[in-house]
């Protein structure tokens, strides 16, 4: 599955967000210049704009409206990598240096606020309270979300359940907002705006249990990726789990300790645990079938392009190798 071509419908849009971003992105402080040019030129899949795009479009937006959400929903998500990135000491991103690795934890962290409150003048210009509000909500979670995930890094008594929830609120909640605010500015009724938020709850729910599975299978020279990445900040996610799970004493006191101490001196063996078990198959299993379920959500979408790319980007979250 070619992620140009899925995105096809929305390409012009794109264009129009990409222009957008880089106009309110303009600061006359050096600094913030500075990284903004670093992060436009980072690439990424810019996924979550896109979604606000295509649920707009398939609900019969014609409107610029869907441009600007799509620039509000880049601007918070890009924040959170920015903040993140400090957070986990990472210092490298699709397999260029990050913003931190570049010009330090602060500068990091300050342009994160400026691309938070350059969001929140976006919403204004929006001039929406519906979108204000759900905007407002949801960055709430994501704050929480990365919170809860903090205090989950090193536990091994992390479940399933406490798993998924921190991936709910810190990845799948923008997904959401991003689909339902699109299907709500193109006018759709409450039934349609929680068709549209099912699809992209359950699309951010398998986008991110894959890439927590790409911590283990992952191609480093492909993903720009080091495997073990999460283990080594000692996050317990769900191939981790489990594999602790269903392992014997020897993978269960093993991938304790991995997680507990964190690091990655252990990685070979981490990744023969969870590849003796049934870890890698269970995790699959459990994206497929929540991309199964934003499938079933689009049955609520009119057919045309943007419903065909909107079901064949849930093929790809779950087929996808970065």
């Not at 967000?17 to 690439?43: E, K, P």
């Not at 606000?52 to 409206?65: E, Q, S, V």
């Not at 990135?85 to 342009?111: C, H, I, M, Y």
């Amino acid at each position: 599955m070619d992620f140009k071509n899925c995105i096809a419908p929305v390409a012009d849009d794109m264009r129009a967000v990409d222009t957008l971003i880089r106009d309110r992105l303009h600061s006359d402080v050096v600094l913030i210049n500075q990284i903004s040019a670093h992060i436009i030129g980072s690439g990424g899949k810019r996924l979550r704009p896109i979604l606000a795009l295509m649920a707009a479009r398939a609900h019969g937006d014609t409107t610029d409206k869907p441009v600007l959400l799509a620039a509000i929903i880049e601007f918070i998500h890009t924040a959170t990598l920015l903040h993140d990135d400090v957070v986990d000491e990472t210092e490298r991103r699709r397999g260029q240096p990050t913003a931190n690795a570049n010009w330090g934890n602060p500068g990091a962290v300050l342009s994160g606020d400026f691309l938070y409150s350059r969001s929140f003048q976006l919403m204004v210009e929006a001039d929406d309270m519906r979108l204000m509000r759900e905007l407002a909500d949801t960055t709430n979670a994501i704050a929480e979300g990365e919170v809860l995930q903090l205090m989950a890094c090193g536990n091994p008594d992390t479940d399933e359940a406490a798993y998924l929830e921190v991936i709910e609120r810190k990845t799948a909640r923008l997904f959401r907002a991003a689909t339902r605010l699109g299907a709500m500015l193109a006018g759709g009724d409450e039934a349609v705006q929680q068709a549209a938020r099912d699809y992209g709850h359950n699309l951010g729910m398998a986008f991110q249990i894959v890439d927590d599975l790409l911590d283990y299978l992952a191609d480093p020279q492909v993903s720009g990726k080091n495997l073990g990445t999460d283990l080594a900040e000692g996050k317990p996610t769900l191939p981790l789990i489990r594999a602790m799970q269903v392992g014997g004493s020897t993978e269960q006191g093993l991938l304790r300790s991995a997680i507990a101490d964190g690091g990655s001196d252990d990685i070979e063996s981490v990744l023969r645990a969870v590849e003796s078990t049934d870890a890698i198959h269970y995790t699959s299993a459990a994206a497929q079938r929540y991309a199964a379920a934003a499938q079933s959500a689009l049955a609520h979408v009119p057919p045309s392009d943007f419903r065909t790319a909107m079901s064949q980007l849930a093929d790809f979250t779950v087929s996808r190798t970065l």
